[in-house]
């Protein structure tokens, strides 16, 4: 792809999603089936066979796939479950030894950095099962060690995960978006017994996330654990498809009957984000003024972890910005004050990430204004790999910043310092703008 066009995957959750949706649907936007079978063969997981083919439904071509345990591995599976398990299931599962060994966060880590398969897919597949430990940790009222998965430690969840992990790797997707999730309604029985849909874990991961639920009047679970905690990992913002170019569509099936197509549907595409070398004329058209939120609140008895995860969650839900500022309270106590800016739409759900993650009790709101130049998300090429820059310009004077997420991505990567991959940027960048090697 050439390096001015960044690949966009757009997960189109019409009937819900489901780990083996995922996957089918990945598969089906044409990649080698073998070459993923041998990257899957790198993580060590024995015990299993895939059926990876082509199927219809309702008169739609897309890909099903099916993780059958074998004798053994499905004896221990069923021994423990009393019946056979599908990725929203809520069984115990054992590792490839076929002990009696239950699996934790850290064991599926170890599993997972001690395999062959490529960083990236590592980083993904850890960070889908961390998201997944920690709603299962909330629902349970555990830590999130003392966790001991259930539908996600079995062989066929671990498949599902890391192989989509896998998939978007091999994909060389730049961004992903998700459309509001359709989900069922009902019960399902389990091995906690008699669970309402969505299942606690799911609406836990719901929880400041960004992504819609949609319910249907379809009396099943539509939105299994393992495919949400996928969703909510890999997506950067939920609704309508964006702006691209279609290149291929992906359907990935799943196994129950509900009357309609049940699907993932995956569309990829591409997008132009090569900036204009252009001088503007009239400043107004550099700069956008909008009116925005100011969420504040004063913390003195949260520890630096929760303040820190709590700026991640809220970044991830959309927070334009946000800062800690250390303060004096009441009684001489040490504090910081929390500061949001968020767009007016997002308030309700900022705050209530805000009273969920702090021991805050209280939230002054402040409406006020801000003036922003306008952005410009291109990429540029270097010879370590793509980084995403973003380009302004004002009064004439263009400016661009690397994201340094991309950029500390190819200093690990390529071993080599923060500073250099940051030169190599500004080469690339400026020496296609002024036609030559700067």
Same mark, same amino acid.
């Given at each position: 792809?050439?390096?001015?066009?960044?690949? *966009?995957?757009?997960?189109?959750?019409?009937?819900?999603?489901?780990?083996?949706?995922?996957?089918?649907?990945?598969?089906?936007?044409?990649?080698?089936?073998?070459?993923?079978?041998?990257?899957?063969?790198?993580?060590?997981?024995?015990?299993?066979?895939?059926?990876?083919?082509?199927?219809?439904?309702?008169?739609?071509?897309?890909?099903?796939?099916?993780?059958?345990?074998? #004798?053994?591995?499905?004896?221990?599976?069923?021994?423990?479950?009393?019946?056979?398990?599908?990725?929203?299931?809520?069984?115990?599962?054992?590792?490839?030894?076929?002990?009696?060994?239950?699996?934790?966060?850290?064991?599926?880590?170890?599993?997972?950095?001690?395999?062959?398969?490529?960083?990236?897919?590592?980083?993904?597949?850890?960070?889908?099962?961390?998201?997944?430990?920690?709603?299962?940790?909330?629902?349970?009222?555990?830590?999130?060690?003392?966790?001991?998965?259930?539908?996600?430690?079995?062989?066929?969840?671990? !498949?599902?995960?890391?192989?989509?992990?896998?998939?978007?790797?091999? $994909?060389?997707?730049?961004?992903?978006?998700?459309?509001?999730?359709?989900?069922?309604?009902?019960?399902?029985?389990?091995?906690?017994?008699?669970?309402?849909?969505? !299942?606690?874990?799911?609406?836990?991961?719901?929880?400041?996330?960004?992504?819609?639920?949609?319910?249907?009047?379809?009396?099943?679970?539509?939105?299994?654990?393992?495919?949400?905690?996928?969703?909510?990992?890999?997506?950067?913002?939920?609704?309508?498809?964006?702006?691209?170019?279609?290149?291929?569509?992906?359907?990935?099936?799943?196994?129950?009957?509900?009357?309609?197509?049940?699907?993932?549907?995956?569309?990829?595409?591409?997008? @132009?984000?090569?900036?204009?070398?252009?001088?503007?004329?009239?400043?107004?058209?550099?700069?956008?003024?909008?009116?925005?939120?100011?969420?504040?609140?004063?913390?003195?008895?949260?520890?630096? #972890?929760?303040?820190?995860?709590?700026?991640?969650?809220?970044?991830?839900?959309?927070?334009?910005?946000?800062?800690?500022?250390?303060?004096?309270?009441?009684?001489?106590?040490?504090?910081?004050?929390?500061?949001? $800016?968020?767009?007016?739409?997002?308030?309700?759900?900022?705050?209530?990430? *805000?009273?969920?993650?702090?021991?805050? *009790?209280?939230?002054?709101?402040?409406?006020?204004?801000?003036?922003?130049?306008?952005?410009?998300?291109?990429?540029?090429?270097?010879?370590?790999?793509?980084?995403?820059?973003?380009?302004?310009?004002?009064?004439?004077?263009?400016?661009?910043?690397?994201?340094?997420?991309?950029?500390?991505?190819?200093?690990?990567?390529? @071993?080599?310092?923060?500073?250099?991959?940051?030169?190599?940027?500004?080469?690339?960048?400026?020496?296609?703008?002024?036609?030559?090697?700067?």
């Amino acid at each position: 792809m050439p390096y001015n066009m960044e690949r *966009i995957l757009y997960f189109d959750c019409f009937a819900g999603i489901s780990g083996d949706m995922c996957l089918g649907a990945l598969i089906d936007l044409g990649l080698d089936k073998s070459a993923l079978m041998s990257e899957l063969n790198k993580l060590g997981v024995k015990g299993y066979d895939i059926e990876i083919k082509r199927n219809n439904m309702f008169s739609i071509s897309g890909t099903d796939v099916k993780v059958t345990l074998n #004798e053994i591995e499905d004896r221990v599976h069923k021994n423990h479950e009393g019946h056979d398990q599908e990725t929203h299931s809520h069984g115990n599962e054992h590792n490839h030894q076929y002990d009696d060994k239950e699996r934790s966060l850290a064991d599926i880590r170890h599993m997972i950095q001690a395999s062959g398969i490529s960083k990236k897919a590592k980083d993904l597949s850890i960070a889908i099962f961390t998201e997944i430990a920690q709603a299962e940790a909330a629902v349970h009222g555990k830590s999130i060690e003392e966790v001991h998965f259930h539908e996600v430690g079995a062989v066929d969840s671990i !498949v599902d995960i890391v192989g989509t992990a896998i998939c978007i790797d091999m $994909l060389k997707a730049d961004r992903i978006f998700c459309s509001p999730v359709h989900e069922g309604q009902g019960f399902i029985h389990c091995r906690h017994g008699r669970l309402p849909v969505p !299942v606690p874990a799911v609406i836990k991961m719901l929880e400041g996330s960004g992504i819609s639920i949609v319910t249907e009047d379809i009396e099943a679970e539509l939105v299994t654990p393992t495919g949400f905690g996928i969703l909510k990992t890999v997506s950067e913002s939920s609704g309508k498809m964006p702006e691209m170019l279609v290149e291929r569509v992906g359907y990935g099936f799943g196994k129950t009957e509900t009357g309609s197509l049940n699907a993932l549907r995956v569309i990829m595409g591409s997008k @132009n984000v090569e900036a204009a070398f252009v001088k503007a004329d009239d400043m107004s058209q550099e700069k956008t003024r909008e009116k925005v939120t100011l969420l504040e609140t004063n913390i003195d008895d949260s520890t630096g #972890e929760i303040l820190g995860y709590t700026m991640e969650k809220l970044m991830k839900a959309g927070a334009l910005d946000l800062w800690y500022t250390p303060i004096q309270m009441k009684k001489n106590r040490p504090a910081c004050m929390l500061s949001v $800016l968020c767009r007016v739409n997002d308030m309700e759900n900022i705050s209530n990430i *805000i009273f969920n993650e702090t021991s805050t *009790i209280g939230i002054r709101i402040r409406e006020t204004e801000r003036i922003a130049l306008k952005r410009e998300i291109i990429i540029v090429k270097t010879d370590m790999g793509k980084v995403r820059v973003k380009s302004v310009t004002v009064q004439g004077l263009e400016k661009i910043q690397p994201e340094y997420e991309d950029c500390a991505r190819l200093a690990e990567e390529n @071993n080599i310092s923060l500073n250099k991959v940051y030169e190599a940027v500004n080469r690339s960048y400026y020496g296609k703008k002024f036609g030559k090697n700067i």
